[in-house]
């Protein structure tokens, strides 16, 4: 839940706890009908489940070793923004090298009416820029927020990269 309407931070951590359980349930799920195969499990969604995904992928990549992330229209998820635990999660990734490597990729609309770019997208993924060496950002201008089939395009480049015939 949100803090308010017009807000993207975290308004009941209740809930943000119940979905972390959750997710992190199902990628270990995942993991485990992979064999242990953790590098073959990417995560992602498309607005507030773009951010949850990231959220988790954050928290779990390195100690499981995910094979990475992509992701639309949503942010880089932060302590400040009620994602209590996050901010440290994303830090600890910066400086590592082996899961730094892999692909991170998140694809923003520069005229995001939900998930505003220049206040709260932009300065979340600063710190990524030439950090990581797998992060990728496209950005994008002229639908908002529903991007329609502009997601599409990023996750079929991203298969075509990273998942088709590794």
């Not at 992190?24 to 773009?50: N, P």
């Not at 954050?58 to 009620?82: C, N, Q, T």
């Not at 830090?91 to 770019?117: F, H, I, M, S, Y």
Request: charged content about 25%.
């Amino acid at each position: 839940s949100y803090r308010e309407a017009h807000s993207n931070d975290v308004g009941d951590p209740g809930p943000l706890a119940e979905t972390r359980d959750r997710l992190s349930k199902i990628v270990r799920a995942e993991i485990e009908m992979l064999g242990g195969a953790a590098d073959k499990v990417f995560l992602g969604g498309l607005s507030q489940g773009c951010t949850a995904a990231l959220d988790i992928y954050l928290r779990e990549a390195m100690d499981l070793g995910l094979g990475g992330f992509v992701g639309s229209v949503g942010f880089i998820p932060g302590d400040r923004h009620g994602f209590t635990g996050a901010s440290d999660a994303f830090k600890r990734l910066l400086v590592n090298e082996t899961q730094g490597a892999r692909p991170l990729w998140l694809q923003c609309a520069t005229d995001d009416q939900w998930v505003p770019w220049e206040r709260l997208a932009q300065p979340s993924v600063q710190p990524a820029i030439g950090k990581l060496k797998g992060f990728g950002i496209r950005c994008l201008k002229g639908r908002g927020h529903i991007i329609d089939d502009w997601e599409g395009h990023i996750l079929n480049d991203f298969a075509r990269e990273y998942v088709v015939g590794h």
